[in-house]
């Protein structure tokens, strides 16, 4: 499973969501469903705008996790 560390990366810059919406050019409200992991995909184009906004890496920001209920 993929898991969103938006907040993580939001923290370490010390940057709210509302200013990175601004520099995005994306709503907070859609931020938001990305920051807590309530959407199915993201565009590239956003994601490019993300990691431009914050000077990070889609590592940063995107981490795999192996499922749990696959190992029983």
């Given at each position: ?8 990366v939001?923290?370490d810059?010390?940057?709210?969501l ?18 807590t992991?309530?959407?199915?995909a993201?565009?590239f ?28």
């Amino acid at each position: 499973m993929i898991i969103i560390r938006l907040d993580r990366v939001l923290a370490d810059r010390k940057m709210r969501l509302n200013d990175l919406a601004a520099k995005v050019g994306i709503s907070n409200v859609n931020l938001s469903y990305l920051k807590t992991g309530k959407v199915r995909a993201v565009r590239f184009s956003t994601l490019d705008a993300i990691c431009k906004a914050l000077d990070c890496q889609p590592g940063d920001i995107l981490e795999y996790v192996e499922d749990e209920e696959e190992g029983c």
